[in-house]
Structure formats: structure tokens, C-alpha cells
């Protein structure tokens, strides 16, 4: 593990906002263990518990505390001045970084959504919505990482990303979608185990090659911003 | 042999100027940036050790550019203003994080040395989260200096320390500029720097105001034209009297009282009471008007 990870991540765990990944995966499983116990059927709960709540809210949400935290807290806090007085190529700071952010999302969404799947519907539902909500950890990291090089406040900006262009517009201008995160993952998973639950609403290709593009070109540009990261004086 | 050059340096954010063309040559030894708060001192800084691009003008260590050049941090360590510490790491866990991401041979090694170095073997098992401010800023220079660089820069390093934390640091700069580093540190506080240094950069509202040695800007700081302001018994009589004395350039008199201008601290101040209690005058209130470090600073940059 190299040592930029390992800062990263003693980092993210050593934090008080670590704490806020836990309640959103737990109320998933609450959820579908509640619904399973009531002896409800899945058709009723597995849309709003699985797409609506998990790959809507939980995935995106865990994405955005993780992403913007690994390099944002530290350059909130002025540590960030440690790790770049060293003579290390900016894309390795970023990458590990990156990868912290990405391998922390996915095992604490894919977890959840794995039992949840299995519980509303199979072993495969479980499995497609852990390997979505992975693919989709890394389109959502490489967004939310490279939003907190771009503005001072990453985390109302993704927000605003979520929640009003995926979660508001998504659902009422159709076009929208085409450049929409979570469509991306509803189809992925959808491909896996098709199932009444998920409704894919863009192609498979455009999902794949539109989580790529997001990927590679918001680490870029992540690359890019941090190395010309400028340290303003107290009185700037 | 490290050299920091800068020539022609300027930098502006929208319409305000931080510093405004300052060249200056930085060769082995202490060197004080010294300047009140706002001069620009941490602006200069940070274009120093690569964290802010000049908007004119070049600065360069050894010839290469600091800005948007990683490789520059295998001789330069810096130092920031802001106190900020990976406060869950202990002191040797963050030493060696710093020695290992510079890619040294023997990184623990390293990371013992740098710590003994600043004497902080004692508690370096502790996490830095329970330190002192003067424990932290020891840590933050071994981190910065793990990798034994030859450019040190400094913002405000004794800021906040007590008396005995700022002697140890002081001695530590000495050390290290005894042994032929470059070592620049800021300050807006003039016995610091006349403690550490024996050159100084003087810098007033982003330019260059004086540089050079540091007892010849001390000399023409203490011999410069001083205010006061007198209130007395009879200010009028106090003036003719005051006018008879060498140290005395100029008096004003007006509603409020007087102010006396001396050439010379010092002596005016002996010459005033003496003044006073010949005159049977009773000398109710004296204020030296321009005792700011500001004052001082803009006369240098007058002078």
C-alpha cells in the first residue's frame, strides 16, 4: 500500500465524518430485512428500497462524503501542503487517492445493496447491484474528487448534482439522463439480472463508454487542477 | 551550493497588488523576511516554494522553476503559516510518511535522524493531536527537513511559541544555517529577527524596502526623526524651552498640545523632564505617536 493511500485512508477513518457513511447503508438493509420480515412482496418495496434509496441516495451519497473527502479535508485543513512539498508527479497523489476513495465507496454500498438484492429477489440481483454500485463508485469518485479541486465547496456542488440534475431533472427531462450517473448503474445492474425492479432507461454501450469518459476525464482533469494547486496568503 | 533567485516578482489578485517587483538573491545562511502583517510576506513565500504562480517575473531555485516543478521539493522543505498536522499520526509516523514519499533510501533512519534533530525523540510515539503548539511546529520542521534539503522556507515560525520554544528554534535555524542551508524564515516581529539572522529582507506593502545586513537597517531604524505627542501645565512655554534643545527639530502647537519632533529618541526623552522641572512646568502627558511597526517600516521604505 503505497504511502499516499495509507495517509488517505488513516486519514478518512481517523475523521469524526466517517461516522456519516454508516447510517445510509444500515437504513438499506434495515429496510429489506423490515419489509422481508413483514412478509411484503418485492415487486412493492424492491424498486424503492433498491433503485430509489440504494443506487439513488446511498451510492452517490457515500460517493460524495468519501470522494471529496480524501484530498478535500486535507486541503481544508492545510495538511494537503505535506503531501505536495514532495518531488512526486501529481497523478500519484491523485490515483492512489482515487483508488482509496473508490475501493471505500463500493465495499460500503455494494455490501448492503448485495444483502438487500438477495433478500428482494435472488443471489444474481444481489450480485448485479454490487457490481453496479462498484462501476458506479468509480464514475461518482473520480466526479466527486476532482470537485474538490475545482470549487470550495465540493459537497454542496455535488449535492446539487445529485440531487437536483440525477434525482429532480432525471426524472422529468428525459435527456438528462444520457449524462445521469445513476442511469449508468440502473442499466448495468439491470443487464445482470433483469428483473420488473429496474428499469434501464439508456443503452448498455452509452453506459459503459459514458462511465469511462466520466472516469478518465474527471481524473484528468484532477491531475491537472492539482498541479497548479495555489495556496493563497491570510489575506487573499 | 542552493541559491532562491527571484527577479522581477510580482503578483497581483484582481486589482490588488501582494508584491509588487522584488528581486532578491537568497545564498546559504539565515536570512529574515521581515514586514508587518499584509506585506506580503506569505505571498512571497509561497511563490518561493512553488504553491502560487508569479503573475510577473521569475523565481527560480538553482535556475529551475518552482512553480508547477515537483522535483524542485528534493532540495527545498517549506514550512507553512497554518498549523496543520496530520493530528492522528504520531510524530515518527508522519517523519516517515514525509521520508517516505521522498523516495528515501532509509526512510526510518531518515525519519530518526530529523527527529532528533529538533529533539522530539522523547515524544515521538505520542500522536501529534496531543502536542503543544511549539512540539507541532518541531515536528513540521523535521518533516521538512527529512530528506536533509538545502533550501528551508519558514512562515512565521515562532508564532505562538512560548520564550523557551522560540530560543530552541531559533538555535536550530542557526544550526542549520551554520552548516551552509539556505534558511529564509518570515516574521513581522523585529527582535526575532535580529536574534536569528544577520540578513534581512525588509518588505512594506509588497515591495522590497530595504535589504542587507541587519544591524545597518537597525541603525537607521533607531536614528530615524521620532513624534510626540506632549500635553502640559503651559504648552506654550514648554515649546520655547523644548527649542532650545539640540535633540529638538520641530515643535507644534496647537488646541490639543504639542508635538515634538526629536531627532533622536533617546536623547529627547532624557532632555524632557529636565526641560520640565526647570520651567516649573508639569508635564502631563507624552505619547510617542509613531511607534507602530508600520511607522518604522514606511520610514524605511522613505528613507
Redesign the interface.
Known sequence: MSTISWLTARGLFGRRRFLLLLPLPLLVVGLAVLARWAGVSPTHWGGPVLVGLGLAVVLPVVALIVGTGVLGSEIDDGTIVHILTKPLPRWQIVLPKLAVAIGVTAVTVAIPLYVAGVLAHSVRLGLALAAASAVGAVAYSALFLALSLVTRRPVLLGLVYVLIWEGLLGNYVSGTKVLSVQQYVVTIADRIAPTSMLSAEVSVPVSIVMTVLIAAGFTALAITRLRTFSMAGETS | MTTVDLSGVSRW?GN?V?VNDISMTLGPGVTGLLGP??A????LL?MM?G???PSRGTVTLDGAPTW?N?????R???V???E???T??TAYE?VL??A????LPDPEDAARRAIELVEMAPAQDRRIGTYSKGMRQRTRVA??LVHDPQVLLLDEPFNGMDPRQRLHMMELLHRLGDAGRTILFSSHILEEVEQVSGTVQVIVAGRLAASGDFRTIRRLMTNRPHVFAVHSSDDRRLAVALMAEPSVTGVEIDRTGLTVRAGDYGSFTRALPKVALASGIRVRRLLPSDESLESVFSYLVEA
Not at chain 2, 100 to 103: K, Q
Open positions: 489578485y490588488v501582494a502583517n499584509g506580503g510576506k506569505t505571498t509561497h516554494a504553491f502560487l504562480a508547477r515537483p522535483d524542485v521539493y528534493r527545498l522543505g517549506l507553512s503559516e497554518r496543520a498536522v496530520h492522528f499520526l508522519f510518511a514525509s517516505r514519499l521522498h523516495r518533516a521538512a
